[in-house]
């Protein structure tokens, strides 16, 4: 089976301009969540989806939103990027959302610099 | 709200046993989790306790007391490989997010 996987990999944008970076879950797994992961703050959870529709958010500004689509593919947006907002993220599926204890599986990252 | 801390760094020779640790305190329990994180790859999973006890998986073991708070994963006959950050996370109560400590990173020496 495919694992998770992200587009693009890499990205460089400037202040002020938005992002849209993609994530598609191993097949069959219906939750997917976002993370930012910074080295000072470490992975922090942005907000999870299932079945289209967002089931939990972190504390991050509303510049950050997302969306999934009904084939279970997620995408997330930043808006109005900041110095701040370069990280890497890593989006997670997991198979159906049944409780927090499901295992949640990595893709490799959208490692995103903000210039 | 949750809160978990693991060491920042530790140092370990090639073929040693090291154990890592990870208090936590969080307002509902729903079990931890052990991820392994190469420099540039996304988290893999390693190990998820519920119930208090070791569980032993290969050359890796998890411990849980959940009385304590406490957790450590444990590392036998080292390999250069196993040079990582091990990240330690718990779920939240009745969500789907898991709150993940800073991570250790664990360097493997000869």
């Known amino acids: 089976k495919a694992g998770v996987t992200q587009t693009p990999r890499y990205l460089i944008k400037t202040r002020g301009q938005q992002v849209t970076l993609s994530c598609s879950p191993i097949s069959g797994h219906r939750s997917v969540s976002w993370y930012q992961q910074t080295p000072g703050q470490g992975l922090q959870f942005l907000f999870e989806?299932?079945?289209?529709?967002?089931?939990n958010k972190g504390n991050f500004p509303g510049r950050f939103s997302g969306r999934q689509f009904s084939n279970s593919r997620s995408e997330m947006n930043v808006s109005t990027l900041e110095l701040g907002d370069s990280a890497l993220y890593l989006c997670?599926?997991?198979?159906?959302?049944?409780?927090?204890?499901?295992?949640?599986?990595f893709g490799p990252g959208t490692r995103l610099l903000v210039l | 709200g949750q809160n978990i801390d693991q060491p920042t760094e530790m140092t370990a020779t090639e073929g040693a046993i090291v154990q890592i640790n990870c208090t936590y305190q969080?307002?509902?329990?729903?079990?931890l989790f052990w991820y392994q994180q190469h420099a540039g790859e996304a988290p893999t999973f390693l190990s998820y306790?519920?119930?208090?006890g070791l569980e032993e998986k290969g050359r890796f073991s998890s411990f849980l007391s959940r009385s304590k708070g406490y957790s450590y994963l444990l590392l036998k006959e080292l390999q250069m490989k196993d040079s990582a950050s091990y990240l330690c996370?718990?779920?939240?109560?009745?969500?789907?997010?898991?709150?993940f400590g800073k991570g250790t990173k664990l360097s493997v020496i000869p």
């Open positions: 969080t307002s509902g329990f729903n079990g």
């Open positions: 306790n519920v119930l208090d």
């Open positions: 997670a599926s997991s198979l159906d959302g049944t409780g927090p204890q499901e295992t949640q599986y």
């Open positions: 989806y299932f079945s289209e529709t967002q089931r």
């Open positions: 996370a718990v779920p939240g109560a009745g969500s789907y997010q898991l709150t």
